[in-house]
């Protein structure tokens, strides 16, 4: 069964072509970052116009890569939400159209499930039950996924996401945008425990996160010491320090959650899964605990259709349909 898949819930304008949720075909992925980089970060009605740009060349980019013809397409899914309102419209939209012009069922997947989803594109995907750590731009979540629909929120982020901690700490220190991949790149070069950093925690909820406390840690360093934004040596010890504080925090968490469920398989997704250190981390906790991790490879953790049409699949053989009067979601 050959599933379109339409991604345009933040800045990546994607679509791919996936086969029976398990095997891709394509992957079309149109990244916006240099047009949100003088901003600082995504400005919400630019990203909207530049999907409305490239949708289109993108969906047609994936069937051609697929070597699949518009008649070949079983279904359709698109991403419904969380993400931005604007741009998540564009896809829905054209979601919509085509399921209605091709007469093929239409689902509407929720990103965060599709994240995790990714897991089961690989050539070894997770069994049931397990552990899904979702790290992103806007999320950073714990789940115990009990099958390819029911996943239970274990905890959260209290304050920001992961991913938007990587993104404002690179701001503070006068990097650029996108954040978490200056970032990963910078503390090569630093100096982990050069700078004390928090590790916050809850102690009543041990599986919430939080990382604001963290970034202002970040921000009171660069006023004591303004040679952090001069100097390369010590610019790089800082995010080295920031980096490792978030990997612990992350990677503390996910075992916790890994404990208190008594599941053995963890799977680690969403953009900042594509850090190399928490990978790292995370590889070496696991073999030393004798879990079995999933680490879906570096282009299904970032934003892409690939995952979204996979949790399409799963949506549509299960014979749901999305009401062509439904609307998409920003929060949830
Ligand atoms: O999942 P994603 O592509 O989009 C959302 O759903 O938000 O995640 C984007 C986030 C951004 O905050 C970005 O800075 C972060 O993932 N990210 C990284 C890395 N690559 C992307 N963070 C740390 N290290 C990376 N290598
Ligand atoms: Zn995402």
Redesign the pocket.
């Known amino acids: 069964m050959l599933i379109l898949g339409i991604e345009t819930?933040?800045d990546?304008t994607a679509a791919a072509v996936v086969a029976d949720g398990r095997r891709v075909l394509s992957s079309v992925v149109a990244t916006q970052f240099e047009l949100h980089a003088a901003y600082g970060g995504v400005v919400p009605e630019i990203a909207a116009r530049r999907h409305l740009e490239s949708i289109l060349p993108v969906i047609q980019g994936a069937l051609d890569q697929a070597g699949v013809a518009a008649p070949e397409i079983d279904g359709l899914a698109v991403t419904q939400g969380p993400?931005l309102i604007g741009a998540l419209v564009i896809g829905m939209a054209v979601g919509k159209a085509l399921a209605l012009a091709w007469n093929r069922p239409l689902a509407g997947v929720h990103?965060l499930q599709a994240?995790i989803l990714a897991a089961f594109l690989t050539e070894n995907p997770p069994e049931f039950p397990f552990v899904a750590l979702v790290?992103?731009?806007?999320?950073t979540n714990l789940y115990r996924v009990r099958d390819f629909q029911q996943m239970d929120l274990l905890g959260r982020s209290r304050d920001d996401?992961?991913?938007?901690a990587?993104?404002k700490v690179?701001k503070l220190l006068h990097l650029g945008y996108?954040?978490?991949?200056i970032?990963?790149k910078l503390a090569r070069q630093g100096n982990p425990k050069a700078f004390h950093l928090p590790r916050p925690r809850i102690h009543a909820e041990p599986l919430t996160f939080s990382f604001s406390g963290l970034k202002t840690a970040v921000a009171l360093q660069v006023t004591k010491n303004p040679e952090v934004l001069t100097d390369p040596g010590i610019q790089a010890d800082l995010a080295a320090g920031f980096?490792e504080a978030v990997v612990d925090c992350l990677v503390s968490r996910a075992f916790l959650a890994l404990e208190e469920t008594g599941c053995q398989r963890l799977v680690v997704c969403?953009?900042?899964a594509?850090?190399?250190r928490?990978r790292q981390v995370l590889q070496e906790k696991a073999a030393a605990e004798g879990c079995e991790l999933f680490l879906p490879p570096l282009n299904l953790?970032?934003?892409n259709a690939a995952m979204v049409a996979a949790a399409g699949y799963h949506r549509l053989i299960a014979g749901e349909r999305l009401d062509l009067s439904a609307d998409v979601f920003s929060r949830g």
């Open positions: 819930s933040c990546e993400g990103h994240h790290v992103s731009g806007g999320h996401a992961a991913g938007e990587f993104d690179a996108p954040g978490g991949v970032i990963e980096q969403g953009g900042v594509a850090n190399g928490l953790c970032t934003d």
